[in-house]
């Protein structure tokens, strides 16, 4: 998928003109769906970052289609129940499952996995994108990328790291970040943002990895330095914030993303129409302007594009796992 800066710009420029038209599979949806409540499951606790997005692009789903979707809320294991939950259900296009980067990660880590990521589920879109931030404790003497690596270096094994997400993207992104700028870091795992904001505002770990929803104000009240972000160009709505890439690690291109997927053996013609109708909603102005709020950007992509997507993330992890001697249980 492209970067972040070109997708807003082609997203706005094509679904003025394809959305509406994107929908003609009208027909079909009536002789398969018409009537039924759709069920949006979310691997996930209510009240994230996550959930707040499911909400907001089913209400206006919702509104669109005269009918139902309902977010179903079925956290745990890392997301690997609600995940399994979807995988169970019947293939007739009423339920959807929320995705993210977790998605690609757990098989990585889990090999006992209660599903198969790629062969039991059939990609409907990405739908928006955001990327990961790299922020630094106050106690720590460093407000720039290239200078908290030059402190790195200096410590060699002092600094512990954290992330939004154990064995996420999150955690990735700063795995990648130790291998490419050669620095070494400690892992401390945190059940949750909350408790590892706390402790790194503390200084009792150095610095974090973490989604801008729950930083920035932290950053914005002064308590968290904003080093940069981890995507591979800045972000339209953090605009001041520097990239990894652009700092000296031109490798370094990672973001959270929030996608739909359907149980395997679904109908193709479903699973167009449900991209066409989310598609749909995600041009509306004003549900943008509420992701935007949240950092998100909208990138909805095809059924096509999101499978290559996927298998590539899926790749990508893999090699770096194999390449940090990450554990695989």
């Known amino acids: 998928m492209r970067s972040i800066s070109r997708l807003v710009v082609s997203f706005a420029l094509s679904v003025g003109v394809g959305a509406a038209g994107s929908l003609s599979p009208t027909a079909s949806f009536a002789q398969t769906l018409a009537g039924k409540q759709l069920r949006l499951i979310v691997p996930a606790p209510p009240g994230g970052g996550f959930d707040s997005l499911a909400r907001l692009v089913a209400t206006k789903v919702s509104e669109n289609l005269k009918t139902s979707v309902i977010v179903e ?30 998605f690609t990660t757990n098989p990585l880590f889990n090999r006992n996995l209660p599903y198969d990521a790629l062969k039991d589920f059939e990609p409907v879109m990405i739908m928006a994108q955001t990327p990961f931030m790299l922020v630094a404790t106050r106690t720590l003497p460093v407000t720039t990328p290239q200078e908290f690596v030059a402190y790195a270096k200096a410590h060699p094994g ?30 401390v795992p945190y059940q949750g943002s909350a408790p590892a904001l706390t402790d790194l505002m503390a200084g009792r770990v150095q610095v974090m990895v973490d989604a801008p929803v729950t930083s920035m104000p932290h950053v914005k ?13 800045r972000s339209p709505y953090l605009p001041d914030i520097p990239t990894l890439a652009e700092s000296g690690w031109p490798h370094i291109d990672v973001t959270a993303w929030a996608g739909l997927v359907v149980p395997a053996r679904t109908p193709k013609e479903d699973v167009a129409w449900l991209n066409a109708a ?52």
């Open 158 to 187: 002092r600094l512990s790291y954290t992330a939004t997400q154990p064995r996420g993207a999150a955690q990735l992104a700063a795995e990648l970040l130790k291998l490419d700028a050669g620095i070494n870091m400690t892992f």
């Open 73 to 102: 809320n079925r956290p745990g294991a890392g997301q690997q129940i609600g995940t399994a939950v979807a995988a169970r259900a019947a293939p007739d296009g009423t339920t959807i499952l929320m995705v993210g980067t977790n």
């Open 221 to 233: 009240a002064g308590a968290l330095h904003a080093l940069a972000l981890t995507s591979a160009t």
């Open 278 to 329: 989310f598609t749909k909603a995600l041009s509306d102005p004003q549900l943008q302007k509420a992701l935007a709020a949240q950092y998100w950007v909208v990138t909805p992509s095809s059924p096509a594009e999101t499978r290559k997507f996927l298998d590539k993330e899926m790749k990508r992890w893999a090699d770096l796992v194999a390449r940090a001697k990450l554990t695989v249980n």
